[in-house]
Protein backbone atom coordinates (compact mmCIF):
# COMPACT_ATOMS: atom_id res chain seq x y z
CA UNK A 1 0.00 0.00 0.00
CA UNK A 2 1.46 3.34 -0.76
CA UNK A 3 2.18 5.40 1.77
CA UNK A 4 0.18 8.67 2.43
CA UNK A 5 1.19 11.52 1.29
CA UNK A 6 2.72 13.11 4.58
CA UNK A 7 4.92 10.60 5.31
CA UNK A 8 6.39 10.69 1.74
CA UNK A 9 6.72 14.69 1.85
CA UNK A 10 11.09 15.71 1.76
CA UNK A 11 12.47 18.57 3.62
CA UNK A 12 11.23 21.56 3.22
CA UNK A 13 7.47 20.46 1.68
CA UNK A 14 5.91 21.63 4.36
CA UNK A 15 6.31 25.09 6.27
CA UNK A 16 4.58 27.08 8.87
CA UNK A 17 4.35 30.69 8.47
CA UNK A 18 7.81 31.12 9.86
CA UNK A 19 9.27 28.00 8.30
CA UNK A 20 12.02 30.42 6.64
CA UNK A 21 13.09 31.45 10.32
CA UNK A 22 13.22 27.98 11.57
CA UNK A 23 15.13 26.72 8.78
CA UNK A 24 17.78 29.78 9.09
CA UNK A 25 17.71 28.87 12.48
CA UNK A 26 18.36 25.00 12.16
CA UNK A 27 20.65 25.21 10.04
CA UNK A 28 22.65 27.66 12.21
CA UNK A 29 22.45 24.46 14.85
CA UNK A 30 23.54 22.37 12.66
CA UNK A 31 20.94 19.97 12.31
CA UNK A 32 21.09 16.35 13.47
CA UNK A 33 19.07 13.42 11.66
CA UNK A 34 16.06 14.43 13.98
CA UNK A 35 15.53 17.68 11.94
CA UNK A 36 15.84 16.79 8.60
CA UNK A 37 13.76 13.93 9.04
CA UNK A 38 11.05 15.45 11.08
CA UNK A 39 11.23 18.45 8.49
CA UNK A 40 8.35 16.91 6.26
CA UNK A 41 5.86 17.29 8.84
CA UNK A 42 3.98 20.69 10.53
CA UNK A 43 6.38 22.55 11.38
CA UNK A 44 4.46 24.98 13.75
CA UNK A 45 3.16 22.13 15.65
CA UNK A 46 4.23 22.53 19.66
CA UNK A 47 5.76 19.89 21.73
CA UNK A 48 2.39 20.21 24.31
CA UNK A 49 0.10 19.53 21.06
CA UNK A 50 2.46 16.45 20.24
CA UNK A 51 1.90 15.11 22.84
CA UNK A 52 -1.53 15.22 23.26
CA UNK A 53 -2.10 13.67 19.71
CA UNK A 54 0.90 11.10 20.24
CA UNK A 55 -0.32 9.93 23.91
CA UNK A 56 -4.24 9.97 22.95
CA UNK A 57 -2.99 7.39 20.10
CA UNK A 58 -1.12 5.19 22.53
CA UNK A 59 -3.62 4.80 25.21
CA UNK A 60 -5.24 2.13 23.20
CA UNK A 61 -2.19 -0.27 23.92
CA UNK A 62 -2.46 -2.16 27.15
CA UNK A 63 1.00 -3.95 27.40
CA UNK A 64 2.85 -1.42 29.07
CA UNK A 65 2.75 -2.79 32.54
CA UNK A 66 6.73 -2.04 34.24
CA UNK A 67 7.01 -4.88 36.28
CA UNK A 68 9.63 -7.48 36.34
CA UNK A 69 12.69 -5.33 35.36
CA UNK A 70 15.39 -3.91 38.16
CA UNK A 71 18.00 -1.57 36.92
CA UNK A 72 19.82 0.28 38.93
CA UNK A 73 21.49 3.77 39.28
CA UNK A 74 24.90 4.49 38.19
CA UNK A 75 27.16 7.05 39.00
CA UNK A 76 26.66 10.03 36.89
CA UNK A 77 23.62 8.64 35.21
CA UNK A 78 19.43 9.47 36.05
CA UNK A 79 17.27 6.71 37.77
CA UNK A 80 16.82 3.50 38.01
CA UNK A 81 13.49 1.48 37.20
CA UNK A 82 12.94 -0.41 40.95
CA UNK A 83 12.75 3.10 43.09
CA UNK A 84 9.46 3.71 44.69
CA UNK A 85 7.88 7.44 45.20
CA UNK A 86 6.94 7.59 41.25
CA UNK A 87 3.58 9.46 40.01
CA UNK A 88 1.05 7.47 38.31
CA UNK A 89 -1.19 8.93 36.07
CA UNK A 90 -4.80 6.86 34.68
CA UNK A 91 -6.12 6.53 31.39
CA UNK A 92 -9.53 7.88 31.17
CA UNK A 93 -10.90 4.32 31.48
CA UNK A 94 -9.14 3.47 34.99
CA UNK A 95 -5.87 2.00 33.64
CA UNK A 96 -2.81 2.92 35.91
CA UNK A 97 -0.43 4.50 34.30
CA UNK A 98 2.93 4.97 35.43
CA UNK A 99 5.45 5.67 31.88
CA UNK A 100 5.59 8.62 29.33
CA UNK A 101 2.98 6.32 26.91
CA UNK A 102 3.67 7.77 23.61
CA UNK A 103 3.76 7.22 19.91
CA UNK A 104 6.56 8.06 18.08
CA UNK A 105 4.45 8.80 15.20
CA UNK A 106 0.58 8.03 14.69
CA UNK A 107 1.61 8.35 10.93
CA UNK A 108 1.03 4.76 9.75
CA UNK A 109 1.23 3.48 6.31
CA UNK A 110 -0.91 0.08 7.27
CA UNK A 111 -4.61 0.18 7.27
CA UNK A 112 -5.86 -1.78 10.06
CA UNK A 113 -9.44 -1.51 10.71
CA UNK A 114 -9.73 -1.66 14.53
CA UNK A 115 -6.78 0.96 14.94
CA UNK A 116 -7.65 4.95 15.63
CA UNK A 117 -3.84 6.01 13.30
CA UNK A 118 -4.81 3.31 10.24
CA UNK A 119 -3.74 5.10 7.34
CA UNK A 120 -7.05 6.04 6.43
CA UNK A 121 -8.17 7.44 9.42
CA UNK A 122 -8.63 11.09 9.95
CA UNK A 123 -7.56 11.13 12.91
CA UNK A 124 -4.98 15.04 13.00
CA UNK A 125 -1.29 13.68 13.06
CA UNK A 126 1.94 14.55 14.26
CA UNK A 127 5.43 12.89 15.22
CA UNK A 128 8.01 13.40 17.58
CA UNK A 129 11.90 13.25 16.40
CA UNK A 130 14.09 10.94 18.73
CA UNK A 131 15.10 14.28 20.38
CA UNK A 132 12.14 15.07 21.44
CA UNK A 133 11.04 11.88 23.05
CA UNK A 134 14.56 12.02 24.81
CA UNK A 135 13.77 15.32 26.22
CA UNK A 136 10.53 14.56 27.35
CA UNK A 137 11.08 11.55 29.17
CA UNK A 138 13.99 13.31 30.84
CA UNK A 139 12.35 16.30 31.69
CA UNK A 140 9.10 13.94 33.21
CA UNK A 141 11.27 12.08 35.05
CA UNK A 142 13.32 14.87 36.64
CA UNK A 143 9.89 15.55 37.69
CA UNK A 144 9.01 11.95 38.96
CA UNK A 145 6.03 12.04 36.74
CA UNK A 146 7.05 8.52 35.53
CA UNK A 147 9.62 5.94 35.90
CA UNK A 148 9.62 5.29 32.73
CA UNK A 149 8.79 5.52 29.12
CA UNK A 150 6.90 3.08 27.00
CA UNK A 151 7.26 3.59 23.13
CA UNK A 152 5.68 2.60 20.44
CA UNK A 153 4.84 3.95 16.82
CA UNK A 154 3.17 3.85 13.14
CA UNK A 155 5.16 2.34 10.93
CA UNK A 156 6.33 4.90 8.63
CA UNK A 157 7.91 3.82 5.55
CA UNK A 158 9.08 0.45 6.71
CA UNK A 159 9.30 -1.72 9.91
CA UNK A 160 13.13 -1.18 9.68
CA UNK A 161 12.96 2.24 9.35
CA UNK A 162 10.20 2.22 12.26
CA UNK A 163 12.68 0.41 14.33
CA UNK A 164 15.53 2.00 14.25
CA UNK A 165 13.73 5.30 15.06
CA UNK A 166 13.11 3.85 18.01
CA UNK A 167 15.79 2.16 18.90
CA UNK A 168 17.45 5.54 18.10
CA UNK A 169 15.57 6.97 21.13
CA UNK A 170 16.36 3.92 23.41
CA UNK A 171 20.34 4.26 22.45
CA UNK A 172 20.74 8.20 23.43
CA UNK A 173 18.55 7.54 26.42
CA UNK A 174 20.71 4.80 27.84
CA UNK A 175 24.43 5.74 25.73
CA UNK A 176 24.17 9.71 25.54
CA UNK A 177 22.38 10.64 29.05
CA UNK A 178 22.23 7.01 31.02
CA UNK A 179 18.93 7.06 31.73
CA UNK A 180 18.45 3.87 34.08
CA UNK A 181 14.46 4.06 34.12
CA UNK A 182 12.50 1.65 32.83
CA UNK A 183 12.11 1.52 28.54
CA UNK A 184 9.51 -0.29 26.89
CA UNK A 185 10.01 -0.58 23.19
CA UNK A 186 7.28 -1.73 20.52
CA UNK A 187 8.98 -4.05 18.53
CA UNK A 188 7.08 -3.89 14.47
CA UNK A 189 6.64 -7.21 13.19
CA UNK A 190 9.01 -8.49 10.32
CA UNK A 191 12.11 -5.88 11.16
CA UNK A 192 15.47 -7.31 10.48
CA UNK A 193 16.33 -9.77 13.30
CA UNK A 194 19.11 -7.26 13.86
CA UNK A 195 17.50 -4.62 14.87
CA UNK A 196 14.72 -6.44 17.24
CA UNK A 197 17.96 -7.73 19.18
CA UNK A 198 19.49 -4.19 19.23
CA UNK A 199 16.32 -2.91 20.70
CA UNK A 200 16.39 -5.30 23.34
CA UNK A 201 19.81 -4.25 24.39
CA UNK A 202 18.48 -1.23 25.25
CA UNK A 203 14.83 -1.93 26.95
CA UNK A 204 14.16 -3.85 29.41
CA UNK A 205 11.22 -5.02 27.84
CA UNK A 206 9.85 -5.28 24.36
CA UNK A 207 6.29 -6.41 22.71
CA UNK A 208 5.14 -7.67 19.52
CA UNK A 209 1.61 -7.46 19.07
CA UNK A 210 -0.48 -10.19 18.06
CA UNK A 211 -3.23 -7.81 17.29
CA UNK A 212 -6.40 -10.28 16.57
CA UNK A 213 -6.79 -13.71 18.19
CA UNK A 214 -6.66 -16.08 14.80
CA UNK A 215 -4.98 -15.41 11.23
CA UNK A 216 -8.49 -15.33 9.65
CA UNK A 217 -9.03 -11.89 11.60
CA UNK A 218 -6.10 -10.23 10.70
CA UNK A 219 -6.76 -11.22 6.96
CA UNK A 220 -10.12 -9.72 7.41
CA UNK A 221 -8.70 -6.26 9.52
CA UNK A 222 -5.07 -6.39 9.36
CA UNK A 223 -4.48 -6.93 5.43
CA UNK A 224 -0.55 -6.50 5.71
CA UNK A 225 0.11 -8.50 8.83
CA UNK A 226 0.48 -12.11 9.22
CA UNK A 227 0.63 -14.41 11.94
CA UNK A 228 4.27 -15.60 10.26
CA UNK A 229 5.59 -12.54 10.32
CA UNK A 230 4.48 -11.80 14.21
CA UNK A 231 5.70 -14.92 15.06
CA UNK A 232 8.24 -14.57 13.58
CA UNK A 233 9.41 -11.13 15.64
CA UNK A 234 8.40 -12.96 19.23
CA UNK A 235 10.36 -15.85 18.10
CA UNK A 236 13.75 -13.42 17.38
CA UNK A 237 12.98 -11.84 20.61
CA UNK A 238 12.70 -15.55 22.34
CA UNK A 239 15.95 -16.92 20.97
CA UNK A 240 17.74 -13.41 21.71
CA UNK A 241 16.29 -13.89 25.24
CA UNK A 242 17.64 -17.67 25.77
CA UNK A 243 21.11 -16.60 24.51
CA UNK A 244 21.00 -13.99 27.51
CA UNK A 245 20.30 -16.79 29.59
CA UNK A 246 23.03 -18.75 28.89
CA UNK A 247 25.73 -15.74 28.43
CA UNK A 248 24.69 -14.86 31.92
CA UNK A 249 25.55 -18.38 33.34
CA UNK A 250 29.10 -18.21 31.51
CA UNK A 251 30.06 -14.52 32.06
CA UNK A 252 30.31 -12.27 34.55
CA UNK A 253 29.09 -9.41 33.06
CA UNK A 254 26.61 -10.49 30.42
CA UNK A 255 24.75 -7.73 28.62
CA UNK A 256 21.34 -7.64 29.30
CA UNK A 257 18.48 -8.27 26.45
CA UNK A 258 15.07 -7.05 27.81
CA UNK A 259 15.41 -8.36 31.46
CA UNK A 260 11.76 -7.94 32.04
CA UNK A 261 10.82 -10.01 28.83
CA UNK A 262 8.41 -9.91 26.35
CA UNK A 263 4.19 -9.29 25.96
CA UNK A 264 1.88 -9.04 23.84
CA UNK A 265 -1.89 -7.48 22.99
CA UNK A 266 -4.91 -8.62 21.77
CA UNK A 267 -7.80 -6.87 20.50
CA UNK A 268 -10.92 -8.83 22.21
CA UNK A 269 -14.33 -7.90 20.41
CA UNK A 270 -13.99 -6.38 16.85
CA UNK A 271 -14.37 -9.63 15.76
CA UNK A 272 -16.28 -12.92 16.39
CA UNK A 273 -13.22 -14.85 17.57
CA UNK A 274 -14.54 -17.13 20.76
CA UNK A 275 -12.84 -16.64 24.39
CA UNK A 276 -11.95 -20.18 23.14
CA UNK A 277 -10.40 -19.12 20.21
CA UNK A 278 -8.07 -15.74 22.00
CA UNK A 279 -7.31 -18.56 25.07
CA UNK A 280 -5.80 -20.52 23.08
CA UNK A 281 -3.66 -18.56 21.10
CA UNK A 282 -2.74 -16.85 24.47
CA UNK A 283 -1.95 -20.67 25.72
CA UNK A 284 0.32 -21.27 22.53
CA UNK A 285 2.30 -17.83 22.84
CA UNK A 286 3.03 -18.39 26.30
CA UNK A 287 4.16 -21.65 25.74
CA UNK A 288 5.92 -21.21 22.28
CA UNK A 289 8.00 -17.72 22.91
CA UNK A 290 8.33 -17.50 27.10
CA UNK A 291 6.11 -14.41 26.95
CA UNK A 292 5.49 -12.83 30.21
CA UNK A 293 1.66 -11.88 29.92
CA UNK A 294 -0.90 -11.77 27.42
CA UNK A 295 -2.97 -8.39 27.58
CA UNK A 296 -5.89 -8.15 26.14
CA UNK A 297 -7.86 -5.34 25.23
CA UNK A 298 -11.71 -4.64 24.92
CA UNK A 299 -12.17 -2.85 21.17
CA UNK A 300 -13.53 0.23 22.32
CA UNK A 301 -14.98 2.06 19.06
CA UNK A 302 -13.73 5.28 18.13
CA UNK A 303 -15.30 7.94 16.35
CA UNK A 304 -15.66 7.31 12.91
CA UNK A 305 -14.68 3.64 13.20
CA UNK A 306 -15.39 1.60 10.00
CA UNK A 307 -19.07 0.05 9.91
CA UNK A 308 -18.10 -3.63 9.89
CA UNK A 309 -16.27 -4.24 13.26
CA UNK A 310 -18.17 -6.35 15.85
CA UNK A 311 -18.67 -5.18 19.54
CA UNK A 312 -19.48 -8.35 21.40
CA UNK A 313 -21.24 -7.77 24.43
CA UNK A 314 -20.30 -5.96 27.42
CA UNK A 315 -16.48 -5.63 26.53
CA UNK A 316 -14.73 -4.72 29.53
CA UNK A 317 -16.62 -7.10 31.07
CA UNK A 318 -15.24 -9.67 28.88
CA UNK A 319 -11.78 -8.35 28.77
CA UNK A 320 -12.03 -8.96 33.15
CA UNK A 321 -12.86 -12.26 32.26
CA UNK A 322 -10.13 -13.15 30.22
CA UNK A 323 -7.72 -11.53 32.42
CA UNK A 324 -8.85 -14.52 34.87
CA UNK A 325 -8.72 -16.72 32.51
CA UNK A 326 -5.72 -15.99 31.95
CA UNK A 327 -4.74 -15.99 35.49
CA UNK A 328 -5.80 -19.21 35.77
CA UNK A 329 -3.51 -20.75 33.31
CA UNK A 330 -0.77 -19.23 34.36
CA UNK A 331 -0.82 -19.74 37.63
CA UNK A 332 -3.57 -22.73 38.77
CA UNK A 333 -2.33 -25.46 35.65
CA UNK A 334 -5.69 -24.63 34.19
CA UNK A 335 -5.03 -25.50 30.45
CA UNK A 336 -7.30 -23.35 27.66
CA UNK A 337 -9.19 -25.91 26.64
CA UNK A 338 -10.74 -26.49 30.08
CA UNK A 339 -11.94 -23.30 30.98
CA UNK A 340 -14.89 -23.38 27.48
CA UNK A 341 -16.84 -26.18 26.23
CA UNK A 342 -17.72 -26.73 23.01
CA UNK A 343 -21.37 -25.92 23.68
CA UNK A 344 -20.09 -22.78 25.26
CA UNK A 345 -17.33 -21.19 23.63
CA UNK A 346 -17.43 -17.93 25.73
CA UNK A 347 -16.49 -17.34 28.93
CA UNK A 348 -19.41 -16.80 31.33
CA UNK A 349 -19.97 -12.77 32.17
CA UNK A 350 -21.57 -13.42 35.55
CA UNK A 351 -19.28 -15.78 37.47
CA UNK A 352 -15.62 -16.34 37.18
CA UNK A 353 -14.43 -18.85 34.93
CA UNK A 354 -12.65 -20.66 37.91
CA UNK A 355 -16.29 -21.44 39.27
CA UNK A 356 -17.96 -21.59 36.24
CA UNK A 357 -15.35 -25.09 35.80
CA UNK A 358 -16.20 -25.87 39.32
CA UNK A 359 -19.64 -26.03 38.32
CA UNK A 360 -19.63 -27.83 35.18
CA UNK A 361 -17.22 -30.65 37.57
CA UNK A 362 -18.96 -31.69 40.52
CA UNK A 363 -17.03 -34.78 40.25
CA UNK A 364 -14.10 -33.34 41.26
CA UNK A 365 -15.35 -31.94 44.69
CA UNK A 366 -15.61 -31.82 47.81
CA UNK A 367 -12.19 -31.21 48.12
CA UNK A 368 -10.36 -31.93 51.66
CA UNK A 369 -7.81 -29.03 52.45
CA UNK A 370 -6.20 -31.70 55.37
CA UNK A 371 -5.49 -34.36 52.67
CA UNK A 372 -6.19 -33.09 48.90
CA UNK A 373 -2.59 -32.57 46.43
CA UNK A 374 -1.98 -28.72 45.54
CA UNK A 375 -3.46 -29.49 42.12
CA UNK A 376 -6.47 -30.36 43.42
CA UNK A 377 -6.86 -27.30 45.71
CA UNK A 378 -6.06 -25.13 43.19
CA UNK A 379 -9.62 -25.65 41.57
CA UNK A 380 -11.44 -24.45 44.61
CA UNK A 381 -13.28 -22.06 43.85
CA UNK A 382 -12.79 -19.00 46.25
CA UNK A 383 -8.60 -20.38 46.86
CA UNK A 384 -5.96 -18.67 45.48
CA UNK A 385 -2.26 -20.03 44.71
CA UNK A 386 -1.10 -17.98 48.09
CA UNK A 387 -3.61 -19.29 50.37
CA UNK A 388 -2.93 -23.02 48.85
CA UNK A 389 0.50 -22.58 49.48
CA UNK A 390 -0.25 -21.46 53.06
CA UNK A 391 -2.41 -23.76 53.75
CA UNK A 392 0.01 -26.66 52.63
CA UNK A 393 2.40 -25.14 55.49
CA UNK A 394 -0.08 -24.65 57.85
CA UNK A 395 -1.31 -28.23 57.85
CA UNK A 396 1.71 -29.83 58.47
CA UNK A 397 1.12 -28.77 61.98
CA UNK A 398 -2.78 -28.80 62.93
CA UNK A 399 -5.51 -30.23 61.03
CA UNK A 400 -7.06 -26.89 59.05
CA UNK A 401 -10.41 -25.41 59.90
CA UNK A 402 -12.92 -23.10 59.20
CA UNK A 403 -11.24 -20.66 60.85
CA UNK A 404 -8.15 -21.18 59.35
CA UNK A 405 -9.24 -20.31 56.34
CA UNK A 406 -11.04 -17.57 56.86
CA UNK A 407 -7.79 -16.28 58.33
CA UNK A 408 -6.17 -17.16 55.05
CA UNK A 409 -8.84 -14.71 53.50
CA UNK A 410 -10.20 -17.24 51.66
CA UNK A 411 -13.63 -16.32 49.89
CA UNK A 412 -15.19 -18.57 51.77
CA UNK A 413 -18.77 -17.32 49.72
CA UNK A 414 -17.80 -19.85 46.75
CA UNK A 415 -15.25 -21.88 49.15
CA UNK A 416 -17.82 -23.15 51.22
CA UNK A 417 -19.50 -24.98 48.61
CA UNK A 418 -16.87 -27.04 47.69
CA UNK A 419 -14.38 -28.05 50.44
CA UNK A 420 -14.34 -30.47 53.55
CA UNK A 421 -12.67 -29.32 56.54
CA UNK A 422 -11.25 -30.30 60.29
CA UNK A 423 -14.53 -28.67 61.62
CA UNK A 424 -17.02 -28.70 58.32
CA UNK A 425 -18.91 -30.20 55.72
CA UNK A 426 -19.44 -28.25 52.34
CA UNK A 427 -22.86 -26.29 51.49
CA UNK A 428 -24.75 -27.84 49.04
CA UNK A 429 -23.72 -26.16 45.82
CA UNK A 430 -26.15 -23.79 44.66
CA UNK A 431 -27.45 -22.59 41.09
CA UNK A 432 -24.55 -20.86 39.37
CA UNK A 433 -26.94 -17.54 39.19
CA UNK A 434 -26.30 -17.61 42.82
CA UNK A 435 -22.49 -16.74 42.58
CA UNK A 436 -23.43 -13.97 40.38
CA UNK A 437 -21.85 -10.65 40.92
CA UNK A 438 -23.03 -7.09 40.02
CA UNK A 439 -20.87 -5.35 37.27
CA UNK A 440 -19.10 -3.11 40.09
CA UNK A 441 -17.95 -6.17 42.48
CA UNK A 442 -16.52 -7.60 38.96
CA UNK A 443 -14.69 -5.03 37.45
CA UNK A 444 -12.95 -4.02 41.09
CA UNK A 445 -10.42 -5.75 41.25
S1 LIG B 1 0.30 -1.03 12.17
FE1 LIG B 1 -0.19 -0.40 14.27
S2 LIG B 1 -0.43 1.83 14.17
FE2 LIG B 1 -0.51 1.06 12.07
S3 LIG B 1 -2.70 0.82 11.65
FE3 LIG B 1 -1.93 -1.18 12.35
S4 LIG B 1 -2.29 -1.19 14.59
FE4 LIG B 1 -2.45 0.96 13.86
Known amino acids: MAPPAAVVLHAGS ?50 CASSGAVRHSVPGGLGNSDGNGICHTYTPDGRCVSLLKILLTNYCIYDCQYCVNRVSSDAPRARFTPREVVDLTLEFYRRNF ?20 LIEVARRLRQDHKFG ?13 ELIK ?25 PEKTRVAIEGTMAVVKTASDESDEDRKKM ?40 RRVYYTAFSPFPHAPGNLGSVGDSRRRE ?45 FPVDVNISPREHLLRVP ?30 MAEARHFVITADSRPLPIPPGRAFAQPEQQVLAW
Do not use: C
Open 252 to 291: RRPQPFAPAGQTTQMVVGATPSTDAQILTTASQLYEMHRL
Open 198 to 222: AAGLYADRVSVNIELPTQADLTRLA
Open 14 to 63: IGGPDSHRRTAAVEAEKPDQDEQENAGYPSHMSTADKLRILADGAKYDAS
Open 320 to 364: HRLYQADWLIRHYEFSAAELTTVAEPNLPENISPKLAWALRHPEA
Open 146 to 165: IEGLFLSSGIIQSPDYTTEQ
Open 181 to 193: GYIHLKMIPGARP
Open 382 to 411: GLGYRSVDRLLRIRRHHAVSTADLVRLRVR
